[in-house]
């Protein structure tokens, strides 16, 4: 009987087939085969005991199911059975998934971070057991998304009435740093000041220093785009104009010349090989990709057997490969071989069994594979082989040279790099450009040419970009290599934020709920209190800690009491039902003494004559992407507080306001019958007349597995071609007796 192995991605089949040969029967999970399940309090899926979590797992969608009986049928046939999940946390959960979901006695474990040849027959001649360590992990992991996301969402976000849908353990953190990086924004005042600078006919410029010290840097040597500074571009800010009038006067009528010349040779190591948040960091700086797309194309490079697992965080490179690199650069760039071996330090927590994303063979130049890629693909693997090859070079070497320069009592700086010997940088260059200053010698007089003071203005801290938002929650704790790409993912499809000029901007829903959720629970949001727990799991992974043990602990002694703490705080607004309280930032502080959240303008609204026929302020004119606006724009009103919407209606020739004003969601208390979400009221109209449904209650689901849940209204009742009739009851009317559950009919309260 043949062999058995089963894989997640069916975009492996075929590589692993060539490999493997007849004998070996693959088949693919196709992603995850089993959840938890949607029932019990709050629809969990699972029970906290006072010793132990009993979970109850249903397959993880209809197409799941399928696939679970394609694979029993595949086990009879076989003599063995490997799992070859993907080699992290999660792929060894849908590896304990699927044994238990098969009855697998003793399946093999095999783990490859490369799908070639060498890689895979290595693996499957050394199997193991699955790490239980591992899987306690993931399945924590899966409880405690779950508590929080479902728990908080039921009683926190939804009793909010404001449009929000969801929160999470690390959607709600990542949230909080774009909140708070936009009310800075929106805090922020700008500054008058100068910058007042010297040119001379020597051939160089420079700026004006009230020290002839050099400078302590405060900030990070490199940029944005992770590239060496080289010259500063300004003087010190000078608050005044009439300091800098003064200045300009001082190198005009003062005699200029040399006072210091200093030059030093300075090295530049190599940077490390690619782990995930980095490949999207430069992936979305040099490709233009956001994390979900980098991820996307990475994926089919690894399926296709050109690199290594992408979901790492570890920038250790195995020691064939780094013996394979120092053969190539023998061969085609002998002058970059470094004296020993490169070894970069690894991240604090980083999974160290794991190898940094590399090519899995050196000798596969990109341009050898350029006709067996995309575009897309080729861009990226380039990327990845100039890294890997980079980072087991030789430093680069700078020449840097600084100059002050004297006129009168003031003092000015020039600074200039020139890069002696190129090293990493032939494969990897992230160094800034040269920048020649002139031989001079100390003493020796300066002709100045021009001198002026330049008018500028202090800059609010910028928003990030998709990938800077990645680097600072690697930096923050905040997630996983997994968990990066879906979490902005999810942020963006929950219209929190939207993706505006390349940068993540908060909407107005987004800033109301982070605004609650630091009022009502202010530790979940806190990227330190995040960094704990992903910590917490860590050690459960590591065996250091009893996952059951930590999630009942941590659900008894803080998530518990926070979420009773929140729904008094909630409950003790009368008026609550009615209209959602002004949340503010401080914890701590009463929620009815809270400013109202600010009415924040897009960036690029721009105003008009049109009148708001609400409160009579003027609309704004807002671009929109959208589809669905023939236009391409619609009108917002101006005023604080008040958000009316009006859309040009083509035929009449006029701005109108919409048929149908979307209200905030109204939730019933009746499940979802898929995912177990509530239901909530939708009224739209058709032929005329006015009508209500109900549906799930969250967007995402209702566009994909939840997207027959449709209950349409008939004669004071709700039904449903697929799940039957639900009984709308009265406002007043009991709840049907406890323990008896509904067949095809359900009551609604």
Known sequence: MPNLLLIESPGKLKKLGQILGPDWIIKASMGHIRELANDGDDALGFDLGATEIACRYQPHDDRAKKVLAELRQAVKKADRVYIATDPDREGETIGWHLQQALNLRQPQRVVYSEITPQAV???????????????????????????????????????????????????????????????????????????????????????????????????????????????????????????????????????????????????????????????????????????????????????????????????????????????????????????????????????????????????????????????????????????????????????????????????????????????????????????????????????????????????????????KLVKLMEQKGIGRPSTYAPTIKTLRQREYVDLLQGKLQPTALGLELDSALATLLPDLIQPEFTAQMEAALDAIAAGEQEWQTYLIGWNQSYFGPAIAKARSQLLSLPTFAEKPPNFGEKPGETLAAQPAPSNAKPANAKPTKTKCPTCGEAMDKVPSRSKKLKTKHFLKCSGSGCGTVMFWNAKAKRYELPRQTTQPAQFTDCPCPVCGALLERYAYTKDGQDKVMLRCSLLDHRRGKCKEVAFFQSRGEFWSPKFGTLTLAEPDTTAAPAGKPPSRKRRLD
């Open 121 to 467: 027959r290595a693996a499957i001649a050394r199997p193991r057991t699955l790490d239980q360590n591992l899987v306690a992990a993931g399945r924590a992991r899966d409880c405690l998304d779950k508590l929080v996301g479902y728990t908080g969402s039921r009683h926190v976000v939804w009793p909010l009435h404001n449009g929000a849908k969801s929160m999470g353990r690390v959607q709600s953190a990542a949230l909080h740093l774009l909140c708070k990086r936009e009310r800075e924004i929106q805090a922020f005042t700008p500054q008058d000041y100068w910058s007042v600078w010297v040119s001379y006919r020597e051939g160089f410029k420079a700026f004006y220093r009230s020290s002839p010290q050099p400078q302590r840097k405060s900030a990070s040597d490199t940029d944005e785009k992770g590239l060496e500074k080289g010259a500063e571009k300004e003087s010190e800010r000078v608050i005044s104009q009439a300091r800098a009038d003064e200045l300009v006067a001082i190198a005009q009528n003062h005699p200029h010349q040399v006072l210091q010349i200093e030059g030093k040779q300075a090295t530049q190591s190599p940077p490390p090989p690619f782990v995930t948040s980095t490949l999207q960091q430069a992936a979305g700086s040099k490709l233009h990709f956001s994390p979900e797309h980098t991820m996307k194309v990475a994926q089919a490079l690894y399926e296709k057997g050109h690199i290594t697992y992408m979901r790492t965080d570890s920038v250790i490179l195995s020691a064939p490969f780094r013996d394979s690199v120092q053969q190539y650069l023998q061969q085609h760039d002998p002058t970059n071989l470094p004296r020993q071996t490169t070894r970069h330090r690894a991240v604090k927590g980083s999974q160290e069994a794991h190898e940094a994303i590399r090519p899995t063979d050196v000798n596969h130049l990109p341009q050898q594979l350029q006709r067996d890629l995309s575009a897309e693909q080729f861009r990226l693997y380039e990327l990845i082989w100039n890294r890997a090859v980079a980072s087991q070079c030789a430093p680069a070497r700078l020449r840097k040279t600084r100059i002050v320069t004297q006129s009168g009592q003031a003092y000015w700086e020039a600074r200039g790099q020139v890069l002696e010997f190129a090293g990493y940088t032939r494969y990897w260059n992230n160094l800034s450009a040269d920048s020649v200053l002139p031989a001079l010698t100390q003493g020796q007089s300066l002709r100045l040419e021009q001198t002026q003071a330049d008018a500028k203005q202090t800059q609010p801290p910028p928003r990030y970009s998709e990938p």
